[in-house]
């Protein structure tokens, strides 16, 4: 009886959310047009030549069986430190370097083809799919004029990987004898239909990802109707919706907002980190938890160089 009751609630919840945002779309059509126009813009000019090659040739990879050999030289120190198999040492080079959704994308196809456990997709899962280096040095660093000051550079790629060495040792993971038996290698495709099928799968990976930035921005336009709110609000909720846009919009007027929610990456990154797993057994929700404790746990790194006056070390 009650689950009747939440499920006609929330149809309900979503039909007059539906009834809103149509009201909205048609009352600012030149706003409209102009959010989702942001989105595109920053898909295409953002996303898909930073992210599209690396979804092809990672795509080769795991289709030819190489991710092995090429985690192999930092292999003995990853598994030392974090308790990975060869293709878990694979996800977080890949995850590290490329940026949201790669690192999720990475677990998921090698979860799907057998190379990877569930538990090792989920424990990658939690601290290995950011916002990737060339765009946290290239776009946020210069948009809150913090170029040559890598301090918020060091906090946010070590918080992820330090919470993984955490995670490893409170939850007991070990790979090997639970990947013991994914350790045979599958017969490889030619090279040809590997990378048509990378290719195929990429351009509906980035397709989908351009789906989502389109559909995240534009929603900033329920905020319309409430612009007597102070900015600061305002401008969370932007950067809650849609990192890229929120940083646009924000920029310096809201660096440690920004800096703290960098790591959450914003609800477009959950929904396009839930693309590339809906296959898998994996659980969006455990890694929406995980993104919101190390979102806590920079907040309060960023409390503690304020309370011991160290802001100088990273404002400008």
Same mark, same amino acid.
């Given at each position: 009886?009650?689950?009747?009751?939440?499920?006609?609630?929330?149809?309900?919840?979503?039909?007059?959310?539906?009834?809103?945002?149509?009201?909205?779309?048609?009352?600012?059509?030149?706003?409209?047009?102009?959010?989702?126009?942001?989105?595109?813009?920053?898909?295409?000019?953002?996303?898909?030549?930073?992210?599209?090659?690396?979804?092809?040739?990672?795509?080769? #990879?795991?289709?030819?069986?190489?991710?092995?050999? @090429?985690?192999?030289?930092?292999?003995?120190?990853?598994?030392?430190?974090?308790?990975?198999?060869?293709?878990?040492?694979?996800?977080?080079?890949?995850?590290?370097?490329?940026?949201?959704?790669?690192?999720?994308?990475?677990?998921?196809?090698?979860?799907?083809?057998?190379?990877?456990?569930?538990?090792?997709?989920?424990?990658?899962?939690? @601290?290995?799919?950011?916002?990737?280096?060339?765009?946290?040095?290239?776009?946020?660093?210069?948009?809150?004029?913090?170029?040559?000051?890598?301090?918020? @550079?060091?906090?946010?790629?070590?918080?992820?990987?330090?919470?993984?060495?955490?995670?490893? @040792?409170?939850?007991?993971?070990?790979?090997?004898?639970?990947?013991?038996?994914?350790?045979?290698?599958?017969?490889?495709?030619?090279?040809?239909?590997?990378?048509?099928?990378?290719?195929?799968?990429?351009?509906?990976?980035?397709?989908?990802?351009?789906?989502? #930035?389109?559909?995240?921005?534009?929603?900033?336009?329920?905020?319309?109707?409430?612009?007597?709110?102070?900015?600061?609000?305002?401008?969370?909720?932007?950067?809650?919706?849609?990192?890229?846009?929120?940083?646009?919009?924000?920029?310096?007027?809201?660096?440690?907002?920004?800096?703290?929610?960098?790591?959450?990456?914003?609800?477009?990154?959950?929904?396009?980190?839930?693309?590339?797993?809906?296959?898998?057994?994996?659980?969006?929700?455990?890694?929406?938890?995980?993104?919101?404790?190390?979102?806590?746990?920079?907040?309060?790194?960023?409390?503690?160089?304020?309370?011991?006056?160290?802001?100088?070390?990273?404002?400008?």
């Amino acid at each position: 009886m009650l689950k009747k009751i939440s499920d006609s609630f929330t149809r309900l919840l979503f039909t007059l959310l539906a009834i809103y945002l149509t009201y909205l779309l048609l009352r600012y059509p030149a706003l409209s047009l102009e959010y989702a126009s942001t989105g595109l813009f920053l898909w295409f000019r953002k996303m898909i030549p930073t992210l599209l090659p690396f979804m092809i040739i990672s795509g080769i #990879m795991v289709r030819m069986n190489l991710t092995e050999r @090429f985690a192999k030289f930092f292999h003995p120190l990853f598994h030392i430190i974090w308790g990975t198999s060869l293709n878990g040492s694979y996800v977080i080079l890949m995850g590290m370097l490329c940026g949201f959704p790669m690192g999720a994308r990475v677990i998921g196809e090698l979860c799907h083809a057998g190379k990877l456990s569930e538990k090792e997709g989920a424990f990658l899962l939690a @601290f290995c799919n950011n916002i990737g280096p060339i765009y946290f040095i290239s776009f946020v660093m210069s948009t809150l004029s913090l170029s040559g000051n890598y301090v918020p @550079f060091l906090i946010m790629y070590g918080v992820p990987l330090c919470y993984g060495v955490l995670l490893r @040792f409170f939850s007991g993971f070990h790979s090997v004898r639970e990947n013991a038996a994914l350790c045979h290698i599958n017969s490889s495709p030619s090279l040809l239909m590997a990378i048509d099928d990378s290719i195929i799968s990429g351009l509906i990976g980035i397709g989908k990802l351009g789906g989502y #930035m389109i559909l995240f921005n534009l929603l900033n336009i329920m905020l319309l109707p409430f612009s007597s709110l102070p900015e600061n609000f305002l401008s969370l909720c932007n950067c809650i919706l849609e990192i890229t846009s929120g940083i646009n919009r924000t920029g310096i007027n809201g660096l440690y907002m920004i800096l703290i929610l960098l790591p959450f990456g914003g609800l477009s990154c959950m929904a396009q980190t839930y693309s590339m797993i809906k296959d898998t057994e994996l659980s969006v929700s455990h890694y929406f938890m995980h993104k919101c404790i190390q979102t806590a746990i920079t907040a309060a790194i960023y409390l503690c160089l304020l309370c011991f006056n160290a802001s100088s070390v990273y404002i400008p």
